[in-house]
């Protein structure tokens, strides 16, 4: 059964930081395209940043160059290092893991942390 479980939201005023973790079982994050999501109150989810196979990440344009997607393989965990942070970036964030075992392609998500920023 894969589990993946956020922590490290909260509040924080502009041009904080913060630093979430997702800690995975069930599925290795070192064969995963691992990702973060988030998604603010009325508007749909959207990827904020993948990593890929090696150390291949992508950003979403509003983020690049704040925030940083990062895994321990050793310990089975991704984190989103978020700098500079904006009140535009108030959200849910979720973990995502997708994987493949033969033919069969797996989508998971964790239960999400709330980021708010304001001040």
């Known amino acids: 059964q894969v589990q993946l479980v956020e922590s490290g939201g909260g509040l924080v005023q502009p041009g904080g930081s913060l630093r979430l973790s997702c800690a995975a079982s069930?599925?290795?994050?070192?064969?995963?395209?691992m990702g973060w999501y988030r998604q603010a109150q009325g508007k749909q989810r959207e990827l904020v940043a993948n990593?890929?196979?090696?150390?291949?990440?992508t950003y979403s344009d509003s983020v690049k160059g704040r925030f940083t997607i990062s895994r321990d393989n050793a310990k089975n965990m991704v984190y989103l290092q978020m700098d500079s942070l904006k009140p535009e970036d108030t959200a849910v964030y979720y973990c995502?893991?997708?994987?493949?075992?033969?033919?069969?392609?797996?989508?998971?998500w964790g239960q999400g942390t709330q980021v708010t920023v304001s001040s």
């Open positions: 995502n893991a997708k994987w493949a075992s033969g033919a069969v392609l797996y989508d998971n």
């Open positions: 069930g599925v290795i994050v070192s064969s995963s395209v």
């Open positions: 990593i890929k196979a090696r150390i291949l990440t």
